[in-house]
């Protein structure tokens, strides 16, 4: 059981201003395993006000990038040899896998520190130009006080994700985790205390989405970070645009991962254990409408199902676990209601279905559908969780119109013996990444979506960039 009774503002845990309680519940036993304040408007308002302190008087934003680097590797140096205890941590708030969470909730989340605070000793800060009438110092600046809005389904990773590059360029940040997984920031929230990160740079207000709007709204915001939902992004980019502020916005998906005809049926189907079905299909990138030749269609069918069929289900915190129990019950009523939609829909239930494989704990059975046309809801809507759509497609044109035909654009993958020719077709997916026999997020390299996936870019350089503020400064000869 973890007890936090304050909120990390300012540097200090500092009491709450309401008196609402957040418990978190498990999703394996649905018993409580914690309790966090839930924060408020004017905890909001105090929060900000120290990141922008700490951001307008502090020294943060007046440090060299290298010194920045050199505090953000200590935070680096701590999380690498603690990140087993986050793991466990995420496990046990929302259901997640462990053998999931030692990578993509603490593993991964990390990496992205460290390669934030290695960039800054490479990154491009200041460059000359040559000007019409002289040269042209081109900097970048912090854009300054930052709001970071993350879900709960990879929590770490969509924190840190904004907060490794907003800390590198130096600005400040006030994050707002879901109710749903707050405690995972609390935990980093000691650690960033132990780290020497100075006051106010991070500043972490665990609440719902009314006091999420607050913080979007908030006149001392100067750039909102925000992954979740598309429903949520349009609001969120509606108030940034009013307010003429740049938005980072990650949002939802329905990726396709397309099996050519001379694709290693075996290996594919081994893979989607990763690309369709990672953290129990609660991932934004999840490939879950697989489109398969009509050719192999059969094939295909047979070898999906008996996959999914025999994943593990059980307590996320079983090593042998492949699927665990969704976040909440509002996820498993969700879920369950898209199996409904599908077989209403006309969709063949080749496994799975509404059969609860565990009594206790919000537990949805691996479910695939067959014979299913791309118009259909469960084609078209995110569902987020282990639900797959088998679409059969005519010839590769006709695959890349149907893995096109979505109003997301965030992932992808194509499954071939020909990686080169795998290239090619992955170059006409409009999506803002896509994997060719895998799928992977690097630190590296920039991750995000086109069209209702969301608007810019997150991880490598781009996502520095999205950052700073660049200015020119001109001089005479
Ligand atoms: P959600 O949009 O309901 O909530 C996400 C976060 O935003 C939460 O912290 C919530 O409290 C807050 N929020 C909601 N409405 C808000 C508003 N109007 N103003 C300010 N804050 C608000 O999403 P969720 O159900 O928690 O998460 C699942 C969604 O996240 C899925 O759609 C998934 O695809 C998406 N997601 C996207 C990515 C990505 O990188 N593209 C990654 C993970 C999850």
Same mark, same amino acid.
């Given at each position: 059981? @973890?007890?936090?009774?304050?909120?990390?503002?300012?540097?200090?845990?500092?009491?709450?201003?309401?008196?609402?309680?957040?418990?978190?519940?498990?999703?394996?036993?649905?018993?409580?395993?914690?309790?966090?304040?839930?924060?408020?408007?004017?905890?909001?308002?105090?929060?900000?006000?120290?990141?922008?302190?700490?951001?307008?008087?502090?020294?943060?934003?007046?440090?060299?990038?290298?010194?920045?680097?050199?505090?953000?590797?200590?935070?680096?140096?701590?999380?690498?040899?603690?990140?087993?205890?986050?793991?466990?941590?995420?496990?046990?708030?929302?259901?997640?896998? #462990?053998?999931?969470? #030692?990578?993509?909730?603490?593993?991964?989340?990390?990496?992205?520190?460290?390669?934030?605070?290695?960039?800054?000793?490479?990154?491009?800060?200041?460059?000359?130009?040559?000007?019409?009438? /002289?040269?042209?110092?081109?900097?970048?600046?912090?854009?300054?006080?930052?709001?970071?809005?993350?879900?709960?389904?990879?929590?770490?990773? &969509?924190?840190?994700?904004?907060?490794?590059?907003?800390?590198?360029?130096?600005?400040?940040?006030?994050?707002?985790?879901?109710?749903?997984?707050?405690?995972?920031?609390?935990?980093?929230?000691?650690? #960033?205390?132990?780290?020497?990160?100075?006051? /106010?740079?991070?500043?972490?207000?665990?609440?719902?989405?009314?006091?999420?709007?607050?913080?979007?709204?908030?006149?001392?915001?100067?750039?909102?970070?925000?992954?979740?939902? &598309?429903?949520?992004?349009?609001?969120?980019?509606?108030?940034?645009?009013?307010?003429?502020?740049?938005?980072?916005?990650?949002?939802?998906?329905?990726?396709?991962?397309?099996?050519?005809?001379?694709?290693?049926?075996?290996?594919?189907?081994?893979?989607?254990?990763?690309?369709?079905?990672?953290?129990?299909?609660?991932?934004?990138?999840?490939? &879950?409408?697989?489109?398969?030749? @009509?050719?192999?269609?059969?094939?295909?069918?047979?070898?999906?199902?008996?996959?999914?069929?025999?994943?593990?289900?059980?307590?996320?915190?079983? =090593?042998?676990?492949?699927?665990?129990?969704?976040?909440?019950?509002?996820?498993?009523?969700?879920?369950?209601?898209?199996? @409904?939609?599908?077989?209403?829909?006309?969709?063949?239930?080749?496994?799975?279905?509404?059969?609860?494989?565990?009594?206790?704990?919000?537990?949805?059975?691996?479910?695939?559908?067959?014979?299913?046309?791309?118009?259909?809801?469960?084609?078209?809507?995110?569902?987020?969780?282990?639900?797959?759509?088998?679409?059969?497609?005519?010839?590769?044109?006709?695959?890349?119109?149907?893995?096109?035909?979505?109003?997301?654009?965030?992932?992808?993958?194509?499954?071939?013996?020909?990686?080169?020719?795998?290239?090619?077709?992955?170059? @006409?997916?409009?999506?803002?990444?896509?994997?060719?026999?895998?799928? #992977?997020?690097?630190?590296?390299?920039?991750?995000?979506?086109?069209?209702?996936?969301?608007?810019?870019?997150?991880?490598?350089?781009? /996502?520095?960039?999205? =950052?700073?503020?660049?200015?020119?400064?001109?001089?005479?000869?």
């Amino acid at each position: 059981m @973890r007890e936090h009774d304050r909120l990390f503002i300012g540097g200090e845990w500092t009491a709450p201003a309401g008196t609402g309680v957040i418990e978190v519940v498990s999703p394996h036993t649905e018993e409580v395993i914690g309790r966090v304040p839930e924060g408020t408007e004017a905890d909001i308002d105090a929060a900000v006000a120290a990141a922008r302190r700490a951001f307008d008087h502090g020294p943060w934003p007046r440090l060299t990038p290298a010194e920045r680097a050199e505090a953000l590797g200590r935070l680096s140096a701590i999380y690498a040899e603690r990140q087993q205890e986050m793991a466990d941590l995420v496990t046990a708030e929302m259901g997640s896998p #462990i053998l999931f969470s #030692i990578f993509g909730q603490a593993a991964l989340p990390q990496m992205v520190l460290q390669y934030y605070t290695d960039l800054a000793a490479t990154f491009t800060w200041e460059e000359e130009r040559a000007g019409m009438l /002289g040269p042209v110092a081109v900097t970048r600046e912090p854009v300054g006080v930052v709001a970071a809005i993350y879900p709960w389904n990879v929590p770490q990773f &969509t924190l840190m994700m904004k907060l490794a590059p907003a800390l590198v360029a130096g600005c400040t940040v006030v994050a707002k985790p879901s109710p749903e997984t707050p405690l995972d920031g609390f935990l980093l929230a000691e650690w #960033i205390k132990e780290a020497g990160i100075p006051e /106010g740079v991070v500043n972490i207000v665990p609440a719902g989405r009314e006091v999420g709007a607050h913080l979007v709204a908030h006149p001392g915001v100067d750039k909102v970070a925000f992954t979740g939902s &598309t429903a949520a992004g349009r609001k969120i980019g509606a108030v940034c645009g009013e307010r003429l502020r740049p938005a980072t916005l990650e949002l939802g998906g329905k990726s396709a991962a397309i099996i050519l005809e001379d694709a290693d049926l075996a290996a594919t189907i081994e893979g989607f254990k990763m690309a369709s079905l990672m953290n129990n299909g609660e991932a934004c990138a999840a490939q &879950t409408r697989i489109l398969a030749p @009509r050719g192999r269609y059969e094939e295909v069918a047979d070898a999906l199902a008996q996959m999914v069929a025999g994943l593990a289900v059980g307590d996320p915190a079983d =090593y042998g676990t492949e699927i665990g129990p969704l976040v909440a019950r509002r996820q498993q009523e969700r879920v369950e209601d898209y199996i @409904r939609i599908g077989q209403d829909e006309g969709a063949k239930l080749i496994t799975g279905g509404l059969t609860r494989p565990h009594d206790r704990g919000w537990y949805v059975a691996p479910t695939v559908f067959g014979e299913v046309s791309n118009d259909m809801r469960i084609a078209r809507e995110e569902i987020f969780g282990p639900v797959l759509a088998l679409i059969p497609y005519d010839g590769e044109d006709d695959a890349v119109r149907i893995a096109n035909d979505s109003d997301y654009g965030l992932g992808g993958s194509v499954w071939t013996a020909d990686v080169a020719h795998g290239v090619e077709v992955a170059r @006409r997916i409009r999506t803002g990444s896509c994997g060719v026999n895998m799928y #992977i997020l690097d630190p590296n390299t920039p991750f995000g979506g086109y069209k209702d996936s969301g608007l810019g870019r997150e991880l490598g350089p781009e /996502g520095l960039s999205a =950052y700073l503020e660049h200015k020119a400064i001109a001089r005479p000869a």
